[in-house]
């Protein structure tokens, strides 16, 4: 089941009701003597059970503990942003598998050798995807592209995914040839972030849900990083949000303060199609299977991660 993505960017009130969330205006809250039926009428109601992604984007808004715990306890991912209006926290359940505690052994066990072989794997993955969104989206030549992802080795000790990466972002916008990817950067830079942002908290929610720890992770390891291992499995899935970046470019321009209109189309990255293990599927529930593959390479059943593909 795809399990769907809230986005609130206006004033609520965001209550708990039978399983139910329930959301409130307001400006109808405040009207005194307003007969009961119309302010029901402007209520609206999601089952909690059908909620993948939450995200809180405006400051008056008001949440209940309620809420907040049943939206854990069913595995949401739940996104804070700053004054900004950029994703700035995010909040998973500590539990969200039954065997996780042999799940957290297996994966803080895991050898070096295995990690690097995954990270491996996570990098040739990621360079392939780029060189297809390049081959799609521009004219240059993916040759060098296609050459570095057959010949990443254990651990990518050539550090091929940033030789790849220098090489991506200088081509894979032709109409701004001066793009430098960076954090704070011009547009669309903050587009990217925000989609990144996503399909972190996508990612982060599927690796709870196997019952790995996103904190450790297989090659990332700052310690300032509560989500290294999202980071690390995010990697592949990257192009995916760049493909819908660059398809939302061709739209409208891209703005230094992103429009509700703009957001809303990066919340659809967890339903995005994508290819994994022959089939399409959406992003979200490839996530899961991704990391269903993880965590069965951290138990030895296998030796390979299942990664998106494009078409």
């Given at each position: 089941m795809i399990k769907k993505t809230l986005y609130f960017g206006n004033p609520?009130?965001?209550?708990l009701r039978n399983s139910q969330l329930v959301i409130k205006l307001p400006e109808v809250e405040?009207?005194?003597?307003?007969?009961?039926w119309m302010k029901q009428e402007t209520e609206r109601t999601i089952p909690i059970e059908d909620i993948g992604v939450v995200v809180l984007d405006n400051r008056e808004i008001t949440i209940t503990q309620g809420v907040i715990a049943a939206?854990?306890?069913?595995?949401?991912?739940?996104?804070?942003?700053?004054?900004r209006r950029m994703p700035t926290g995010l909040l998973l359940p500590l539990e969200g598998n039954t065997?996780?505690?042999?799940?957290?052994?297996?994966?803080?066990?895991?050898?070096?050798p295995l990690k690097k072989q995954l990270w491996q794997q996570t990098v040739k993955a990621k360079i392939e995807n780029q060189a297809k969104v390049l081959?799609?989206?521009?004219?240059?030549?993916?040759?060098?592209?296609?050459?570095?992802?057959?010949?990443?080795?254990?651990?990518?000790?050539?550090?091929?995914?940033?030789?790849?990466?220098?090489?991506?972002?200088?081509?894979?916008?032709?109409?701004?040839?001066?793009f430098i990817r960076d954090r704070e950067g011009e547009p669309p830079n903050n587009l990217l972030n925000y989609g990144y942002a996503i399909l972190r908290a996508t990612i982060a929610r599927a690796l709870v849900i196997s019952g790995l720890l996103p904190v450790s992770?297989?090659?990332?390891?700052?310690?300032y990083n509560a989500y290294c291992l999202a980071d690390d499995i995010m990697e592949p899935?990257?192009?995916?949000?760049?493909?819908?970046?660059?398809?939302?470019?061709?739209?409208?321009?891209?703005?230094?303060?992103l429009t509700t209109e703009l957001k809303r189309e990066m919340l659809t990255i967890p339903v995005l199609d994508v290819k994994i293990g022959g089939k399409k599927s959406p992003l979200m529930i490839a996530a899961n299977q991704t990391t269903a593959s993880l965590a069965k390479c951290f138990n030895g059943e296998i030796r390979k991660i299942s990664y998106p593909s494009f078409e």
């Amino acid at each position: 089941m795809i399990k769907k993505t809230l986005y609130f960017g206006n004033p609520a009130y965001l209550s708990l009701r039978n399983s139910q969330l329930v959301i409130k205006l307001p400006e109808v809250e405040k009207i005194k003597n307003i007969p009961k039926w119309m302010k029901q009428e402007t209520e609206r109601t999601i089952p909690i059970e059908d909620i993948g992604v939450v995200v809180l984007d405006n400051r008056e808004i008001t949440i209940t503990q309620g809420v907040i715990a049943a939206l854990l306890e069913n595995n949401v991912a739940f996104i804070t942003c700053d004054s900004r209006r950029m994703p700035t926290g995010l909040l998973l359940p500590l539990e969200g598998n039954t065997v996780q505690n042999e799940r957290f052994r297996n994966q803080m066990d895991a050898s070096l050798p295995l990690k690097k072989q995954l990270w491996q794997q996570t990098v040739k993955a990621k360079i392939e995807n780029q060189a297809k969104v390049l081959e799609y989206y521009t004219t240059c030549s993916t040759k060098s592209l296609i050459r570095m992802a057959s010949d990443v080795k254990s651990g990518d000790s050539d550090n091929y995914e940033a030789q790849a990466a220098v090489y991506y972002w200088r081509n894979i916008f032709p109409d701004n040839p001066d793009f430098i990817r960076d954090r704070e950067g011009e547009p669309p830079n903050n587009l990217l972030n925000y989609g990144y942002a996503i399909l972190r908290a996508t990612i982060a929610r599927a690796l709870v849900i196997s019952g790995l720890l996103p904190v450790s992770g297989i090659h990332h390891h700052s310690k300032y990083n509560a989500y290294c291992l999202a980071d690390d499995i995010m990697e592949p899935y990257r192009p995916f949000v760049d493909r819908l970046v660059i398809e939302t470019m061709k739209k409208q321009s891209i703005p230094e303060m992103l429009t509700t209109e703009l957001k809303r189309e990066m919340l659809t990255i967890p339903v995005l199609d994508v290819k994994i293990g022959g089939k399409k599927s959406p992003l979200m529930i490839a996530a899961n299977q991704t990391t269903a593959s993880l965590a069965k390479c951290f138990n030895g059943e296998i030796r390979k991660i299942s990664y998106p593909s494009f078409e």
